[in-house]
T-cell receptor, first 111, second 115 residues
Framework: KQEVTQIPAALSVPEGENLVLNCSFT??????LQWFRQDPGKGLTSLLL?????REQTSGRLNASLDKSSGRSTLYIAASQPGDSATYLC??????????FGAGTRLFVKA | DVKVTQSSRYLVKRTGEKVFLECVQD?????MFWYRQDPGLGLRLIYF???????EKGDIPEGYSVSREKKERFSLILESASTNQTSMYLC??????????????FGPGTRLTVT
């Protein structure tokens, strides 16, 4: 049974710092891995999707990597800003209709 | 840009009422999903639909039903609302095809309170 874990559960950093959010999954037979951002009381916004055949994806200050053999994905945020404060969730798609979500990392960037 | 909309951002209903939550997507996606999100429990799949009139139970379907009469619209129905159904409800859609990579797109959510 696929399980997705995110560490840390919460993170507070000063503005400008580069940071890494971690996501681990137990079954390497994934179709893709998707990173989302969620602001309080809002829906999920898709940030990046990495196919199983890919190693990384980049969008602006965000870079997501995928290592299937070790069951890990990381989301790197460069030069963090207060507007980056949100909860970040990763989700593993096993190719069927079920997506397994992590519990999220709550990020707070201090001005 | 894919757009998924939900009929209400906030909803307050009384115990025993029948509640309809509507979700509409504009990208001709085959698959649509209803999740609920609760603190400490994360996102849990209630129902999904892989095509018009097709539906499958997710992990927590008890107390809910769904309807998909048109491809763009997926409705979640609470037959008799109870206080333990107070939650954030999230709708999502995705295309079913290798070229589209199974990327999921979410609506803004409906915060339902049952009193």
């Amino acid at each position: 049974k696929q399980e997705v874990t995110q560490i840390p559960a919460a993170l507070s950093v000063p503005e400008g710092e580069n940071l890494v959010l971690n996501c681990s999954f137990t079954d390497s037979a994934i179709y893709n891995l998707q990173w989302f951002r969620q602001d309080p009381g809002k829906g999920l916004t898709s940030l990046l999707l990495i196919q199983s055949s890919q190693r990384e994806q980049t969008s602006g200050r965000l870079n997501a990597s995928l290592d299937k053999s070790s069951g890990r994905s990381t989301l790197y945020i460069a030069a963090s800003q207060p507007g980056d404060s949100a909860t970040y969730l990763c989700a593993a798609n096993t190719g069927g209709f079920k997506t397994i979500f992590g519990a999220g990392t709550r990020l707070f960037v201090k001005a | 840009d894919v757009k998924v909309t939900q009929s209400s951002r906030y909803l307050v209903k009384r115990t025993g009422e029948k509640v309809f939550l509507e979700c509409v997507q504009d990208m001709d996606h085959e698959n649509m999903f209803w999740y609920r999100q609760d603190p400490g429990l994360g996102l849990r799949l209630i129902y999904f639909s892989y095509d018009v009139k097709m539906k499958e139970k997710g992990d927590i379907p008890e107390g809910y039903s769904v309807s998909r009469e048109k491809k763009e619209r997926f409705s979640l129905i609470l037959e008799s609302a109870s206080t333990n159904q107070t939650s954030m409800y999230l709708c999502a859609s995705r295309s079913h095809g290798l070229a589209d990579s199974y990327e999921q797109y979410f609506g803004p959510g409906t915060r339902l309170t049952v009193t």
